[in-house]
């Protein structure tokens, strides 16, 4: 539905975001790859200027034999993967509680919502310091008040509180997504399934979960995305130390903290196939709602 | 649902989920409440709720020690500067993909979304060295630069979901009333699309904001935003609870502000329009 | 001024060729009807004139101009939409004012012009309004505001009625046509209603599957249909088309008799049939009469205080002088 005219003009709109975007993209990913297969550590004088040694593929494979690279992952993973649960599982409670008719909802949606827009690295100072502090932190105020011995949080159950600050920060927008699904459903057909006798925990199973469910994959897939590069969290909490060094974290450090960037760049590249790996899904999902 | 509810339900519902929001709440309250205590009383066992001397010193010292104002200043030119230029960038971009769509579209669209998917971390020494090479380590310009490009296919997935619900029969009647591309832009989509444009701008600003990647890898002290401000009360300053605070509240204070009235858009911006 | 003329015009949307190469003239001044079954691609053939489509083959020319590849802006038409296409956050009067204000027009000018057409078009009052505080029929009216100020050389209409309710249709069939005698501008207006076309018209442009079927006016469509789609399609109700054997008396493979054509009696004529349903519209009575031998049921209108009851055994006789006849392609016989 356009003329010639139209068309042309709409290159020309166009080509500014995409020149942008595409040299974004291609310019750091293929000096990435190119580093990737290179021995550069700028510390040691290495310059590229000076030319720097091909080095095949060693690169990769240090980085994937080295004694961190697997704690990693699993760190990693489990860090996401409890996120995830933790924030569907309370979002989808939550959203169903805040859909309920009640007394100034809109406050509390507030209330909950908030932690989204403190910064991370606010958050995790607050709760590294405010709360998770063995001997002034809050949650050793609780301890103590039943009279138990205040946990290290950082240093003895690291993992646990990181998972705990990150789901602090992702369980709004879990929330608030889920939130905006339930009440989309369509109330009829919420009715009609009343008029047909369904109890109420069967309306749950069968109306309101598989209408939620595109919402949850939804949820998933971003947060995935967002949380396979969680970094302030860790960089002002425990610094990667006690077993938190995610693979984020663990490139991080190659690269800055003693700049062996060959090695950083290898991790780097095994970071992108990562990613990509759950962008593939989540762009199928966009797509195919582009379409309606 | 038009149906009457019992006031017990609707008691206990409000109870329930009035406990759960402030439990959410809480960190951020006890930090504001915090902030107005004295050293010793916001190390107090057992901690003090509402009954202390409240004082304003915290924000005082905050400011004084390490210009706290510098660091604002910083935020908003990098969040702003960066929202404004990918608004420049991304509403022509979105025009061109929601009114004159061609087969393309559509791929083009999923590759700008799959640009914001690309690990930062994968990029960070390329960038950090391209960065090093054109003097922009440090620099406010740098950083605009970097977060708009972060932020554009989000900006232009939200302008172009915005400018969809725009009817093109509107376009096209100005395009018959004589108008030219540039005045159809400006007279006609533009004040039709101002408040898409403005909730684009809010959730971009937001985003920026709270970026705490390239903004704590790529400054030291002359550009750092508040997210860096903060990350520096890290050790030993974050010992002092007051101050810690009082710092941390002034650098939410701004975005939770704004971010009461973006509820709506931030489901739209962040899921591309998935769900509605 | 505003003589049209398509040269073998033609439009595909990538392999599928909506309109085939066709060529019609429009002349100065004239009121033409572009009428047709949704889909027949009478509102893409009104954008390829006003220019929001392109050609995808020949010639689009404007008072001997070619404008084939003349954007939209330029070319000197006015076109008022189905939806209105109002500018939501414009008062009325910026509304009626935006084709001046981009003509680049001296204040003073605009602001005669825009209380000269409210004041033709009744909106006076509402000069301050935003288009959603108005009722249809006053949106609609804006639309034309909008339209006549610039003076065009033409006004294009793409179903600009079809979302009122029934009764300011008719109102504003009206005051288009009024305002087409006052200003004797060429203007060509899209609908799916053959009534406008019949009431409104100068000429009848039939278009079918993107193919013009008859050009005419009014009256030549209906007293000549060249083909049976056109006699089907002009009239109401709707012609009777008879096939088999009572067309083969007439050496023809359908013929055709409309509705005002039939008498109808109790007591003897040309056929016999039952009578089904009737429709009483007051001034007409149209009786839907089954007879033997016919697959469909004949429509007759009679006048309208007769009354016949359901099952009534009646006969009916063609008026053999308004007989049309048509061969196996469904063109006419003369």
Redesign the interface.
Known sequence: ???????S???M??A???V??LG??L???I??LF?SFKKYLPLRGDT?GGGLEWVGFQNYVRFFSSSSFWPSVQTTLIIVGSVLIITVLLGTL?AL??D??????G?????????????????A???????M?PV?G?LA?LW??FDAVPIQWLSHESLPSIIMIVS?QW???AT??LL??VQ?LD?EQ??ASEMDGAPKLKRFWHIVLPHLS??IT?VIL?QT?FL??I??EI??TTGGAFGTKTL?YL??QR??DSQN?GL??AG??Y??I???I??IF??R???K???T | ?ARA?TSQ??AI??I???S???L??F??L??IL?SFKTEAQA?N???IFFFFDWTLENYAVVQERSDYLKFLWNSIIIAGGSTLLGIL??V??A???A????RRT?D???W???????????????????FIEMGLLDSRFGLVIVLM?IN??II?WMLYTYFKEIP?DILEAARMDGAS?RNEIMYVLTPMAIPGIASTMLLNF?LA??E??WT??LTAAKAAP???F??S??SPE??F?AK??AA?TM??AP??I???FS?KQ??RG??????? | MGRIVLDQVSKSFGKTEVIPPLDLTIEDGEFTVFVGPSGCGKSTLLRLIA????VSGGKVSIDGKEMTEV??AKRGLSMVFQSYALYPHMSVRKNIAFPLRMAKMDKAEIKKRVEDAATVLNLTDYLSRRPGQLSGGQRQRVAIGRAIVREPSAFLFDEPLSNLDAALRVGMRLEISEMHKRLATTMIYVTHDQVEAMTMADKIVVLQAGVIEQVGSPLELYRAPRNTFVAGFIGSPKMNLLTGEEAAKHDAHTIGIRPEHITISNESGTWEGVVGVSEHLGSDSFFHVKCDGFEDPLTVRAGGELQLSYGAKVFLTPDTAHLHRFNDQGLRIE
């Not at chain 1, 539905?1 to 068309?7: D, E, G, I, L």
């Not at chain 1, 309920?100 to 909802?105: F, K």
């Not at chain 2, 700008?112 to 391209?130: D, E, F, H, R």
């Open positions: 539905m356009a003329t010639q005219h139209s068309r003009a709409a290159r709109m166009m500014p975001a995409v942008l975007l974004w993209m310019v750091p990913l000096m990435t580093f590229l939550l509680l805040l309920q008719p009640m007394w100034g909802q406050v509390v949606r507030i209330l909950v919502i908030a932690p989204f827009f403190v910064m991370p690295t606010v958050s100072l607050v709760w590294k310091n405010m709360f502090d002034n809050i105020h103590k008040f602090w369980l709004p927008f608030l997504i905006t699904a989309s109330s919420l009715e595109r919402a939804i971003i995305i396979l590069s970094f302030a960089f002002v984020t490139i991080f690269v800055l960037v950083g760049s780097g590249v970071a992108i990562l990613a990509n759950v962008a989540l762009m999902i966009v797509g709602n582009l379409d | 649902m509810v339900r609707k519902n409000t329930f989920a009035w759960i929001g402030l959410i709440f960190p951020i006890w930090t915090t190390i066992d057992p901690p960038i991304g022509p971009a025009w061109s993909m009114f004159v769509p061609s559509k083009i669209l999923l700008m979304l799959s640009t914001k998917m690309l690990p930062a971390v994968g990029v960070l020494y390329p960038i950090y060295l391209l490009l554009l296919p232009i093109v591309l937001i904001w709270n705490a990647f704590l890898n508040l997210t860096a903060i990350a009360y890290s974050g010992l609870f810690l605070s941390s650098a939410i975005i939770l704004l971010g009461w509820q931030l489901v962040l899921t591309f329009g998935a769900v509605k | 220019g929001l489509e392109d954007p939209p």
